[in-house]
């Protein structure tokens, strides 16, 4: 399942969790993650299918903070393995907005 709706992907984050016995995988494009944290952080918590890869999409910068992208890409996989840690982006993964540099992230387990 790919959900990319342009900000009302938060209006149906729970009945993808009430739904997801029938989810085998999904890939999030989340907007104005810096207003949403919190929404995004409690799904990925309650959702049953792990993050198995994350890309920040460059089109949009980082929060003012400088903490977080404005808009994530997540995939879930309940067949996917995953790892210890990563450096973002992956090489397969491609810049949103090829003009501009890749956002780098760090995740650390």
């Known amino acids: 399942m790919k959900i990319d709706i342009e900000g009302a992907e938060y209006r149906v984050l729970d ?5 997801a016995d029938r989810i085998r995988g999904a890939v999030i494009e989340f907007h104005d ?14 959702f ?19 903490a ?22 992956h090489e397969f993964d491609r810049p949103n907005n090829p003009a501009v540099e890749e956002i780098i992230l760090r995740i650390d387990r």
């Open 48 to 66: 049953r299918l792990p993050v198995v890869h994350i890309h920040a999409n460059n089109h949009l910068p980082v929060a003012a903070s400088g």
């Open 33 to 46: 993650c810096d207003l949403h944290s919190e929404r995004i952080e409690s799904f990925v918590r309650e």
């Open 15 to 19: 009945d993808l969790v009430q739904n």
């Open 68 to 89: 977080m992208p404005l808009v994530l890409e997540l995939t879930f996989s309940g067949s996917a393995v995953t790892g210890d840690g990563a450096e973002l982006p």
